[in-house]
């Protein structure tokens, strides 16, 4: 096929504008498929795993292709919700351009305005397709202010436009073309073709389409647009990458088929319908199949099979990948997402992924005790394959913890780690991780003997303990004097306190921005030893500890919730209940930005809750920020928590003793 005949887009908006039924309807209608499938009824191409299907919406970023014409159509039907940005952010590196998906009774949403800004971060071009006309009461007009208003002045219904409006909207976007148009003289019909094409894939227009997925309506007019006005492969937003060896230096990828090869790895898919495949763009030259590639990120030459081009699940075999080409390969073993394919001679390495923190976590609990290492096994799996999903162990509470980008997203996981790996988790409530600390200084001895017949046991330290500034961590100061403890009983008495430190004091949590100086001490000639000494220092740690007024440190998110104006009042008590404060607003669209600082323990039912005060039209996101000292209650509730969990320990011990 050639390069110019080639055209690629992503399908980005709100969650049920359409873009999945959208993509049937350009399949069905360029005979792609033979029939027709809908989303209500679990039969689109797009979406065709279980989830999606049980949930009737998308959850991955799908591939398919339609030929138009002469012209071939690759798509990337990207989720909606916010929970699967991830799949989006992958989608956005495949596409050349962008078809923002509206509801026409809905308008623009908080999704329509979310992948409008990653459409213009990512540079691409985007066409705009009012969805759902077919239904009652819809005015068309109204939409398209409402997408002129919150998204660009730029969106216009070019079929709308008469001759001479068009003239002005194509001279405005062309400065050339508008000198010649206000000297009075005439533009061609070619030049305005040109010149409108141009401004599209510069981001100056924005051509508005209607229509109906469900009914076909407008359609072909759409497919009309995307072959006159979406960019090829060559025509798209410039690409760079670096030099490997010197990453400072950019190198600009020549777009054609004759440049030498280039591609990358922008999403892996491993699930029981395909197997284990690797997704990859083509940006320069060509690629055979059963042949090998350079793998730039992992500086190896990886030899390759069969190439497909994807249609949903259905994988088609092709002789060759080339520029614009966006095709799967299957069972890589070195390969991954985010990885930088080239000639071995011409090595280049693109941008990496880069993803959003997950925002929240849960503790994952076997529902039958033999399955731990089967879990583990499909954790990592799944969080391989998505890379917005974490999964970490936690030292402290010896819990297995997963992290992702809302509670439907870590809902999904458990239910494919049911359907695929057939092991059967329920998600907990993770504790947070809480620190010790102390607020004034304070001055002890830690004594360790023990006399039993022959040699016994002696450490003897003084120790100093004061508060230091937060996040400084932990300082150990040696000031003993005049041979007081022997010079290799020292970092034995460190060691102690060190341990001790990471126990904790009063609650089980690590002990942080504390200074420890070691003051005095004494020694026995026979009895003492390197362990009598670090007993010593432990016990000396935590009854320093005990007297310096300790409280407790808890992380303090920074969260930033988008949302409908109406909900701004609901939202900012919502956050006072949650013993957070704001910080400030922001207004993007005709939305609002709340950001706030809340404490992580008040969140975890966040997703949750936010979903049922705004009907799920607003989204949130969190990130770490600080430790601060929790309320007296709070911690007192902790503490007494951690004593009854010792005291049922030490008993359980006992009675495993006898
Ligand atoms: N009436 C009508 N319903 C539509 C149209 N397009 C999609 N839908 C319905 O809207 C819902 C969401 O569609 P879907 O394609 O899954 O939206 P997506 O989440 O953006 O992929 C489904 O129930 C579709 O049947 C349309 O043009 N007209
Ligand atoms: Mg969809």
Redesign the pocket.
Same mark, same amino acid.
């Given at each position: 096929m050639d390069v110019k005949n080639k055209r690629s887009l992503i399908l980005l908006g709100h969650?049920q504008s359409g873009?999945?039924s959208l993509a049937e309807s350009m399949l069905s209608l360029c005979k792609a498929t033979t029939r027709k499938g809908a989303?209500a009824d679990g039969t689109t191409v !797009?979406?065709y795993s279980f989830d999606e299907i049980t949930r009737k919406? !998308?959850i991955n970023a799908s591939l398919l292709f339609c030929d138009c014409r002469d012209t071939r159509i690759q798509i990337v039907?990207a989720?909606?919700y916010a929970d699967f940005l991830g799949e989006v952010l992958a989608g956005l590196r495949a596409a050349d351009s962008a078809v923002i998906v509206v509801d026409a009774t809905a308008g623009v949403e908080v999704g329509t305005e979310r992948a409008w800004q990653m459409a213009e971060d990512a540079g691409l071009p985007s066409i705009i397709f009012i969805n759902k006309t077919d239904k009652d009461g819809v005015d068309i007009a109204r939409a398209l202010s409402d997408i002129q208003n919150s998204l660009s002045k730029k969106a216009v219904i070019i079929a709308d436009l008469s001759a001479p409006e068009l003239v002005e909207v194509v001279a405005e976007s062309d400065d050339a073309l508008l000198e010649k148009y206000l000297n009075g003289t005439a533009l061609s019909v070619e030049e305005l073709t040109v010149s409108l094409r141009q401004a599209v894939i510069k981001r100056k227009i924005f051509p508005v389409l209607t229509g109906s997925a469900v009914t076909d309506k407008g359609v072909v007019e759409f497919l009309d647009a995307v072959l006159k006005y979406l960019p090829n492969p060559q025509e798209r937003a410039k690409v760079t990458a670096c030099n490997p060896l010197k990453p400072e230096e950019n190198i600009e990828i020549v777009l054609s088929p004759e440049s030498h090869f280039s591609a990358f790895v922008f999403k892996s898919i491993s699930d029981p319908y395909v197997g284990h495949l690797t997704l990859l763009r083509v940006f320069s030259g060509s690629l055979l199949s059963n042949t090998a590639f350079y793998n730039v990120s992992k500086q190896l030459k990886e030899r390759i099979g069969h190439i497909y081009l994807l249609q949903g699940k259905e994988q088609r075999q092709v002789d060759l990948a080339s520029c614009g080409d966006i095709v799967a390969i299957a069972k890589l073993k070195d390969t991954v997402t985010s990885d930088s394919l080239a000639d071995e001679k011409h090595p280049v390495s693109f941008q990496p992924l880069a993803f959003p923190e997950p925002a929240i976590s849960a503790s994952v609990h076997p529902k039958s005790r033999n399955d731990e290492d089967k879990i583990a096994n499909a954790l990592h799996k799944l969080a391989a394959e998505d890379l917005t999903f974490k999964v970490t162990h936690d030292q402290q509470t010896k819990e297995l913890i997963v992290s992702g980008l809302g509670d439907l997203h870590l809902a999904i996981m458990v239910e494919r780690m049911k359907k695929r790996f057939n092991v059967e988790v329920d998600l907990g409530t993770p504790k947070v991780s809480y620190k010790e600390t102390i607020t004034k200084k304070a001055r002890v001895q830690g004594k360790f003997k023990r006399q039993s017949g022959g040699r016994g046991q002696y450490g003897d330290v003084w120790i100093e303990i004061e508060p230091l500034e937060r996040s400084k961590g932990f300082e150990f100061l040696d000031k003993v004097f005049g041979g007081a403890i022997p010079r290799n009983f020292i970092p034995s008495a460190e060691k102690g306190i060190r341990q001790a430190c990471a126990e904790g004091a009063v609650a089980g949590y690590p002990i942080v921005d504390v200074r420890v100086t070691l003051v005095d001490g004494s020694y026995h000639d026979v009895d003492s030893s390197d362990m009598a000494f670090q007993i010593a220092g432990a016990m000396a740690l935590r009854k320093a500890v005990a007297e310096a007024g300790p409280v407790l440190l808890e992380p303090v998110m920074d969260v930033e919730v988008v949302l409908p104006e109406e909900f701004l009042g609901a939202i900012s008590g919502d956050i006072n209940s949650r013993r957070g404060h704001m910080i400030g607003m922001d207004v993007m669209g005709k939305s609002q930005i709340v950001k706030a600082q809340v404490p992580a323990s008040e969140m975890f039912t966040y997703a949750n809750d936010l979903r049922s005060i705004t009907g799920g039209r607003g989204s949130y996101t969190m990130r770490f920020s600080h430790y601060a000292e929790a309320p007296h209650k709070i911690a007192q509730t902790i503490i007494s928590q951690y004593l009854a969990s010792k005291k049922h320990e030490e008993e359980h011990a006992h009675a495993e003793h006898h």
């Open positions: 969650a873009k999945t989303v !797009s979406d919406s !998308s039907d989720p909606g």
